[in-house]
């Protein structure tokens, strides 16, 4: 896999005695990443900030990673060529794998455009622990959407690889979830999460 050479060879791993496991119970809930991926303007952000306001309200501990605000600071070194974009990716991705150890359900919202980076991301955690979901949306009603005005410039060739326009979104094929945000409404997909995370046992099950 796409490891990056070890720069610091000399560092010898610190195991913690707050363990995950003693954070979970105290928590009261499991910790998982809920990996949000689709074009820009299918959902992502939206719908992760929703889900994460029911959870929230059932007192779960949660922490949405977002895309545009990560690369105001964590990333704002990276632009969108594909190098940057991998490069990203496996920095949320290791941010996520923290989050995961600190007990936390994250909630990452990034294009990660690319398969074999969602691959890697899922590898650096434990089986089930990371829950691909897929915000699907056509291209052009993501176009449509335009939220920011940014398919307008990237079809006026203002921004350069943008992505569905002259960037790919290569689309997950087996995700753990996909939404089509085109057909369902927003609390409908909301609930469809809720239920997944129901059906994994991370929140329990209705009574
Ligand atoms: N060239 C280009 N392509 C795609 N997106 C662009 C680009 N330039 C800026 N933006 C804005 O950056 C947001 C995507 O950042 P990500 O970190 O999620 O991208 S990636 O996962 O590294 O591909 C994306 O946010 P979302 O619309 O929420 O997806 C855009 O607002
Ligand atoms: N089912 C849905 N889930 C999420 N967003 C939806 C849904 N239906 C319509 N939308 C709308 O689509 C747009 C998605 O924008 P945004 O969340 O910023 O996307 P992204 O983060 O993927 O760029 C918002 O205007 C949102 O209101």
Redesign the pocket.
Known sequence: MNKQPDKSPNTVWHRATVTRQRREQKNAHKSAVLWFT?????G??TLAHAVEEDLHQYGLNTFVL???N??HGL?SD?G?SDK??KE??RR?SETAKLLLEAGVITLT?????FKTERAIARSLMPDGDFIEIHCFCPLPVCEQRD??G?YKK?RLGE?????GIS?PYEEPENPDLRIDTNLLTLEESVQQVISLLRARNILPAKE
């Not at 919202?109 to 455009?113: K, N, T």
Request: charged share 25%; net charge positive; glycine share 8%.
């Open positions: 689709g074009l820009s303007g299918s992502k952000s977002d895309g545009d990560v690369r990333c990276l969108f940057d974009r990203n990716i949320i919202a990034f294009i990660s455009p939220v920011k940014l990237a921004i350069k690889e943008f992505t960037s």
